[in-house]
């Protein structure tokens, strides 16, 4: 099964966590900073912790450069 998640990315954050809000877009801080694709790779890390799947389960879709990003997850 695949679901579709709309996240926030916020980068250089001092506590990394996820969150949701009332619209259903997930905000994923991590304190990686958006240099050479780091933060993304913490954001699906972060995502593949708070969904307890594996990383190779989340595919990124679009906003690779974007604090607007859409994933795909594979759910088992």
């Known amino acids: ?3 579709k998640i709309s ?3 916020h980068v250089n ?3 990394p966590r996820v969150e949701p809000d009332l619209l259903g877009t997930l905000h994923v801080y991590v304190s990686e900073p958006p240099l050479e694709n780091r ?3 913490a954001v699906i890390e972060a ?3 708070h969904f307890k799947v594996k990383k190779r389960n989340i ?3 679009s906003g690779r450069k974007s ?3 859409l994933f ?3 759910e088992n």
Do not use: D, H
């Open 7 to 9: 996240v926030i990315a």
């Open 47 to 49: 995502l593949a912790k």
């Open 59 to 61: 595919n990124f879709i």
């Open 72 to 74: 795909e997850i594979i």
């Open 1 to 3: 099964m695949y679901v």
């Open 67 to 69: 604090k607007n990003k």
């Open 13 to 15: 954050s001092k506590k």
């Open 39 to 41: 933060a993304n790779i």
